[in-house]
């Protein structure tokens, strides 16, 4: 389940400019691997989030880590600071805009787009007329909305989409590998994974595009601290970046290595093992994620709580659905209520109207 940092809205602004573009990148993880709903660590780039969104009373506004309110709630909608600017949607002149505030609160820019996201790597990606481009700092194209789907930049790339197929380019805007893939992940560990159409198997790009790990696989997840969870037959296994098995295919199920664990299921219930394959946390879970800054999220009796890298329960399964943790907090929610706990497991902001 995809779930954002701002409510559900219909943009009213007319445009003012014919560009065009989008984001998005089709995440096909598969279906026998761990919850994910993509919006984990590094989702919005190679920095974590500043600054959170929090509402209240249907208004948006921004706290610490700590919980403390830095920017006080105005805004229709508020995704996560990255760096030094936020994005916003409010009203100004009996017209709504999307426009990147300061730290202090204030107006840096505004923008006739349909859509801002946060920065990454020194440039925000947007959204006008249906396409995707690219701002800096000021407010300036630095690449023009002519992406059908376009994802954050990372690693000094972005992965877009352009006539039905994906490629990536750097922050020139040219094409680094061009858009000849129907299916291809962002890059991760210097590997990028793509489905090949002619055989149906998975297998891996360098940077400069070329097959670094050639299509084998039934299914497989992009790496994560050096390993990748590929599928051969029935059982999934971990291969390093290049392309060895690390862990041989015994599990039914495997998600994402994070620091130095990943949750994996044998029979019925989820475990963690190490990176040499040995259990490091009983099977004792109905779901389980890949662990993020010392905490790993976890499902029993149907709710969410969070482990500690000993397995140690440090939130009881209290919520409805979970974020992993970023930026020293996690998103929770408790029915469609909102708020976020630290790394210990206390609140910092409750969810409540």
Known sequence: MLRLYYPAFIC?????????LLFLVPFWAACDTASDDGTGPGSSGDERPTLFPVERNDLWGYIDNAGGIVIQPEYYSARPFYGDFGPVRGRRNNQNFWGYITRDGEIAFDLPVDEAFPFSGGVARVRAGGRYGY????GRYVINPVF??????????????????YGFIDRSGAFVIEPDYDEVENFADGRALFRDDDDDKYGYLDRDGAVAIEPQFDQARS??????????????????????????????????????????????????VNERGERVIAPAFDDARAFSEGRAAVRTEGRWGFIDEAGNVL???????????????????????????????????????
């Open 12 to 20: 009213i602004e007319p445009m003012r400019y014919a560009f065009l």
């Open 315 to 353: 939130r009881g399964p209290d919520f409805d659905e979970v974020d992993a943790f970023e930026g020293g907090v996690a998103r929770v929610w408790v029915g469609e209520l909102m708020g976020y706990i630290g790394t210990g497991g206390q609140y910092v902001w409750i969810p409540a109207q």
């Open 148 to 165: 059908g789907q376009a994802g954050d930049f990372k690693g000094g790339v972005a992965r877009v989409q352009m006539n039905g197929h």
């Open 135 to 138: 701002v800096n700092t000021e």
């Open 223 to 272: 790496f994560a601290d050096g390993r990748a969870a590929v599928k051969v037959g029935d059982r999934w296994g971990y291969i390093d970046t290049d392309g060895r098995f690390a862990i041989d295919p015994r599990f039914i199920s495997a998600g994402d290595f994070g620091d130095g664990r990943a949750p994996v299921r044998t029979e019925n219930l989820w475990e963690y």
